[in-house]
């Protein structure tokens, strides 16, 4: 006899598995840090969170118990993951990482001028 | 059924964090290691949860926390470093 809620959590997790692999191709096979900054933060974080759910309702049907270590684990990483990605990839701009030979468009090399001219119309 | 998928599951984990690892070897800046560690942590605390439904324990649970605790200070304090060159600095200028 296998119970209706078996199913929902074997979905969950490997829904999670799906998510963390296409996590290590993006990181292996992405041109660039900020692509691969876009699959580290968003995938990973996604992944991270359907294993989590699934462990939240299997804790529920077997035990009987609402685990509130685990919705503290699936808010914790929903807030942090992309924050880190996100200082990552100004820290690397702001050191000098090389952007790649397919990039179209860096709004971002303006705003050296944009402060020269701002601080030369103020002196 | 249950303990075949989380089996699939944790076989899917590692062949993502073999991945993972070889971006942290080959990655040709700091920053891209520093990524390749931060979801290296991502994915350990997929794996304990994983482990813990494998089990049958709710032991490992705070487990989890520390791990996502640490992989977030160790990013926060990587990008300060990699953008100042200090990790702690008293200048109030920017």
């Known amino acids: 006899m296998i119970d209706v809620s078996e199913y929902f959590v074997a979905a969950f997790i490997l829904i999670g598995a799906f998510f963390g692999v296409v996590t290590a191709i993006g990181l292996i096979r992405l041109p660039d840090l900020y692509t691969r900054t876009h699959a580290a933060s968003k995938s990973a974080t996604l992944g991270v969170m359907s294993v989590l759910i699934g462990a939240l309702l299997f804790f529920l049907t077997e035990e009987g118990m609402f685990n509130s270590r685990i919705v503290l684990g699936i808010f914790f990483v929903l807030i942090t993951a992309p924050v880190g990605g996100h200082l990552i990839a100004r820290a690397a701009y702001n050191s000098g990482v090389k952007l790649a030979p397919e990039t179209v468009h860096d709004d971002l090399s303006k705003k050296e001028q944009y402060e020269k001219k701002k601080n030369s119309s103020r002196d | ?94």
Request: aromatic share 8%; no cysteine; charged share 15%.
């Open chain 2, 1 to 94: 059924m249950l303990n075949i998928s989380v089996y699939i599951a944790l076989v899917a984990f590692a062949i993502a964090m073999i991945g993972i690892v070889f971006r942290a070897i080959k990655g040709p800046s700091v920053a891209d290691r520093v990524i390749a560690l931060d979801s290296l942590g991502i994915s350990l605390i997929a794996v304990t949860a994983l482990f813990s439904i494998l089990l049958r324990t709710s032991v490992f649970l705070e487990v989890i926390l520390l791990l996502g605790i640490l992989a977030f200070i160790g990013t926060v304090a990587f990008s300060k470093y990699i953008e100042k060159g200090a990790i702690v600095d008293r200048d109030r200028r920017k």
